[in-house]
């Protein structure tokens, strides 16, 4: 079945680091893929999506490729924040409009 | 953009009550609704998928019986849990998809932190 597997964390970088958060899937056909951000106390928020192959999604300074011959998408941003530390989500959405989650990676950016 | 707005954001309750945890789409008419649960360190766990004016369908696992799930709108979900317990404290988010049933529609709730004392 349908699945997605994304890095443990916690993840701990210092301000201005580079931030990679790898993401790997195994579906059927061509779904779309999603990351979401939780941040502390509040609920899910979409941060950024890829309907098709080697389409980018950005946003915030994040970036996400959809890589179908490696099945990944992974989440990189050039320089990250305190205000970045959160758990973000990797998600897939299959042919029934239902999402598939991956387990979550906390990131916890230190000044 | 859509907005869907989830109440009571906290709640505490007591052992045996039940509490009814509201979702709504203010701004677009959602004809399915999805109900998430999260656990500890654990990522976000399917409970129900509602579909309005019909039946709500469990995933695996689920109680139907415990956890309530009423769409009676297009604009309302209600989920209630039943004689709540102790391990029954979790995080419950909705979500929410817009008529046309494609992702752009996907909006969730701010989420509601239960805690069965």
């Known amino acids: 079945g349908n699945s997605v597997t994304q890095m443990e964390g916690p993840v701990t970088l210092s301000e201005e680091a580079f931030l990679t958060i790898n993401c790997t899937y195994t579906?059927?056909?061509?779904?779309?893929l999603f990351w979401y951000v939780q941040y502390p106390g509040e609920g899910l928020q979409l941060l950024l999506k890829?309907?098709?192959a080697d389409d980018k999604g950005s946003n915030k300074g994040f970036e996400a490729t959809y890589r179908k011959e490696t099945t990944s998408f992974h989440l990189e941003k050039g320089s990250v924040q305190v205000s970045d530390s959160a758990v973000y989500f990797c998600a897939l959405q299959d042919s029934n409009y239902q999402l598939i989650w991956g387990a979550g990676t906390k990131l916890i950016i230190k000044p | 953009g859509a907005v869907v707005s989830q109440h009571p954001s906290r709640v505490i309750c007591k052992s045996g009550t039940s509490v009814k945890i509201e979702c709504r789409s203010l701004?677009?008419?959602?004809?399915?609704m999805f109900w998430y649960r999260q656990f500890p360190k654990k990522s976000l766990m399917l409970m129900a998928t509602s579909n309005e004016g019909s039946k709500a369908t469990y995933e695996q696992g689920v109680e139907k019986d415990k956890f309530l799930i009423n769409h009676a709108s297009l604009t309302l979900s209600t989920l209630t849990v039943t004689s709540a317990h102790p391990e029954d404290s979790s995080f419950y988010i909705c979500?929410?998809?817009?008529?046309?049933?494609?992702?752009?529609?996907?909006?969730f709730g701010s989420g509601t932190r239960l805690t069965v004392v």
């Open positions: 890829a309907t098709k």
């Open positions: 701004d677009f008419q959602a004809t399915t």
């Open positions: 579906a059927t056909g061509y779904p779309s």
């Open positions: 979500s929410a998809a817009e008529a046309s049933g494609r992702f752009y529609g996907y909006t």
